[in-house]
């Protein structure tokens, strides 16, 4: 079965440096979230999109911009980039909205260091 | 702001052994609960999902209940096995549909 996909898997950055992170949901699914996981920590919410439109927002900094295109995908788009920016970064996918009913399926995630 | 706990933060048992994980949140007004395995360095794989007007739900080895009055959660795992070792997270799902997690139970079975 067709999981989320994540690009790329590895991003290796400088301070102040900008990073864009691509996530493609599983087919048909028109929601999607962004998470962050910072080492030993759990993951956080940022920012999710329900058919190309921002749903709701969560500890996103605003150095940090998404969004999804027709096709579904979304890109999350990182500027001025920081130490503490260093994390695993989630994408999840569900269908029909979301909600209480779908469960949310994770891609590999990104892991990003900002050195 | 929803606060979500899991006790113990990590765990060691033998081989074959039962255990139960636990996971508590502060805001009892959820859309569902759901409980997620995370290997190291590697994605969330979804275990179960509770709806908040049921009680439990099973999946082979395990089973989580879910009392939503009391904010409590346990996930129950029957039979240990080595594979089974991993990290294991409660989420909850409040309003605007994004999950709270807990910071997870570090869970290792032994041979």
């Known amino acids: 079965a067709a999981g989320v996909i994540q690009s790329p898997r590895h991003l290796i950055k400088e301070k102040r440096e900008t990073a864009t992170l691509k996530c493609y949901p599983i087919p048909r699914h028109d929601t999607v979230y962004w998470y962050q996981q910072g080492p030993g920590q759990d993951p956080q919410f940022l920012i999710s999109f329900y058919e190309k439109m921002q749903s709701d927002k969560g500890s996103i900094p605003d150095r940090f911009s998404a969004q999804q295109f027709s096709d579904y995908h979304s890109e999350l788009n990182m500027s001025s980039l920081e130490l503490g920016d260093s994390a695993l970064y989630f994408c999840?996918?569900?269908?029909?909205?979301?909600?209480?009913?779908?469960?949310?399926?994770f891609g590999p995630g990104t892991r990003l260091l900002v050195l | 702001k929803q606060e979500v706990t899991q006790i113990p933060a990590a765990l060691s048992v033998p081989e074959g052994e039962n255990l139960v994980l636990n996971c508590s949140f502060t805001?009892?007004?959820?859309?569902?609960l759901q409980w997620f395995r995370q290997d190291p360095g590697k994605g969330l794989t979804s275990l179960l999902l509770?709806?908040?007007?049921?009680r439990e739900q099973t999946s082979g080895r395990l089973n989580a209940s879910l009392d939503k009055s009391s904010g409590r959660s346990t996930l129950y795992i029957a039979a240990s096995q080595p594979g089974d070792s991993a990290t294991y997270l409660c989420?909850?799902?409040?309003?605007?549909?994004?999950?709270?997690f807990g910071k997870g139970t570090s869970l290792l079975v032994t041979p």
């Open positions: 805001d009892s007004a959820i859309y569902n």
């Open positions: 999840a996918s569900s269908p029909n909205r979301g909600g209480a009913w779908e469960t949310q399926y």
């Open positions: 509770i709806q908040s007007s049921q």
């Open positions: 989420a909850v799902m409040d309003s605007g549909y994004a999950l709270n």
